[in-house]
């Protein structure tokens, strides 16, 4: 069976610091990988999605990367954090483009 | 361009009650539809889904029914419990290449015993 793993579950970094949020996805070959952002009050923002080993379209411009060094691994970066990067980071992967999405436990990043 | 909006929140219930959360949609082609289902601390897990008009996605008591005529996708349950509390999220995937599952912004169900 299919399983995602993401780290670390829980992160307080103070502002202008670097960031590497990982996720890792098993049994499956190829899949879609996304990054959501959940800010207080705003639902989930849809942040980076890739269809392969580095290629990645970017939702929203601002001073997230995403990169995809592996089939099945998907890092989430930021080089100075801003204090509006709080937020709960879900990781995500589907067979296909836009079907059903199976998420991470998710990533709780608090800015300072 | 497609969307998805869902009733705000929270939804306060007491135990056994009857839940309704409203979702409504807009989308150009033929989209599938999801209702994902978050508690505290955690990710995300898919509670339903429906892929064409007239479908039924039903999990754990509750359902919900793809509704073309009225771009709708209602989740409802007949009677809750304390353990259903959690965030519900309304999906819509416009089943295109290229493209992502468009949430709405979540409503907060709470279960009181």
């Known amino acids: 069976s299919q399983t995602i793993h993401q780290w670390p579950a829980t992160l307080v970094q103070p502002v202008g610091s670097p960031l590497s949020l990982e996720c890792t996805v098993e049994?499956?070959?190829?899949?879609?990988l996304y990054w959501y952002r959940q800010a207080a009050g705003r639902g989930l923002q849809l942040l980076f999605y890739?269809?392969?080993?580095?290629?990645i379209s970017s939702e929203v411009p601002q001073n997230l990367s995403a990169s995809r060094p592996q089939d099945r691994q998907f890092i989430l970066s930021s080089k100075k954090l801003l204090l509006s990067d709080s937020g709960f980071y879900l990781c995500?992967?589907?067979?296909?483009?836009?079907?059903?999405?199976?998420f991470g436990e998710g990533s709780r990043l608090t800015v300072l | 361009g497609d969307s998805v909006t869902q009733m705000e929140g929270p939804v306060t219930l007491s135990e056994e009650a009857f839940l309704t959360i409203n979702c409504t949609y807009t989308?150009?082609?033929?989209?599938?539809l999801f209702w994902y289902v978050q508690y505290p601390g955690e990710g995300l897990q898919l509670l339903l889904k429906?892929?064409?008009?007239?479908d039924k996605g039903s999990n754990k008591g509750f359902e919900a029914t793809y509704r073309k005529e009225t771009t709708s996708f209602h989740l409802e349950k007949g009677s809750v419990q304390v353990s259903d509390s959690a965030v519900y999220f309304c999906?819509?995937?416009?089943?295109?290449?290229?493209?992502?599952?468009?949430f709405g912004k979540g409503t907060t169900l709470s279960v009181s015993s």
């Open positions: 989308a150009t082609g033929y989209p599938s």
């Open positions: 890739s269809v392969g080993i580095g290629q």
């Open positions: 049994g499956t070959s190829n899949p879609n």
């Open positions: 995500a992967w589907s067979l296909t483009s836009a079907g059903e999405l199976f």
């Open positions: 999906a819509l995937s416009p089943n295109q290449a290229g493209t992502a599952l468009i």
């Open positions: 429906a892929t064409k008009a007239d």
